[in-house]
């Protein structure tokens, strides 16, 4: 079982771009999560998605936005990067009634 | 501002002794605690949880400690091994399953 697998693994964007980051897990997991992780502030939140077909706002969502067309893939964009946006990005997914988040591999993206 | 804080962003033990991270949280709401580990280039995995309806709970050599009157908990790992050397984060969960994390706590553990 793969669990969940982030592509790209790495990307290097220049300002202004567009980008999608991909994840998708094979465990039916119902509730997803985009976490960005920056040195000094731990995981922040950046969007949720309980089930497929809704999604919700995290810690800081501005300048995300993601899309939950089905229960597998929870793609994350950048409509236009920003030099702040260089992170570490992580998915997770937790099956319903537990508390543990599974998180995939991480995407580093660095914005020139 | 964090909700979750991990004050120590590192620590350093000798292989064998005792290793303890410490947490602290502001919102009583919160009702689920976890731990996580990193390493690098990968992602967190899920260590050791406690709920907020108990006060310790032991998973082989690693213990989690709440009080949450003082609104803290601590990882204990006994004996500290070369392969604990990671990133620690704390995280917290409230009723809708949503997580907050500290900023981490870099452990080493040397010879």
């Known amino acids: 079982t793969a669990g969940i697998t982030q592509a790209p693994t790495s990307q290097i964007l220049a300002a202004g771009r567009s980008m999608t980051l991909r994840c998708t897990q094979d465990?039916?997991?119902?509730?997803m999560y985009w976490y960005r992780q920056d040195l000094g502030l731990g995981l922040r939140l950046i969007h949720y998605?309980?089930?497929?077909?809704?999604?919700g706002k995290g810690e800081v969502p501005d300048g995300y936005s993601v899309s939950r067309a089905n229960t597998d893939d929870f793609p994350l964009t950048l409509a236009s990067a920003v030099p702040s946006q260089t992170s570490v990005y992580f998915c997770a997914s937790i099956a319903s009634g537990f508390n543990e988040q599974f998180f995939g591999p991480g995407t580093r993206l660095t914005v020139l | 501002d964090q909700q979750v804080k991990q004050n120590s962003p590192s620590l350093s033990v000798q292989e064998g002794r005792i290793s303890i991270l410490n947490c602290d949280y502001t919102?009583?709401?919160?009702?689920?605690f976890l731990w996580y580990k990193k390493y690098p280039a990968e992602g967190p995995t899920f260590l050791i949880s406690i709920s907020s309806i108990k006060d310790k709970n032991e998973d082989g050599r690693f213990t989690v400690f709440l009080n949450k009157s003082a609104k803290h908990l601590s990882l204990h790992i006994v004996p500290s091994q070369p392969g604990d050397s990671a990133v620690y984060f704390c995280a917290a969960s409230d009723s809708w399953g949503k997580l907050q994390f500290g900023a981490g706590t870099q452990v080493v553990v040397t010879p």
């Open positions: 998605s309980n089930t497929a077909g809704t999604t």
């Open positions: 919102n009583s709401m919160f009702d689920y």
């Open positions: 465990m039916r997991h119902n509730a």
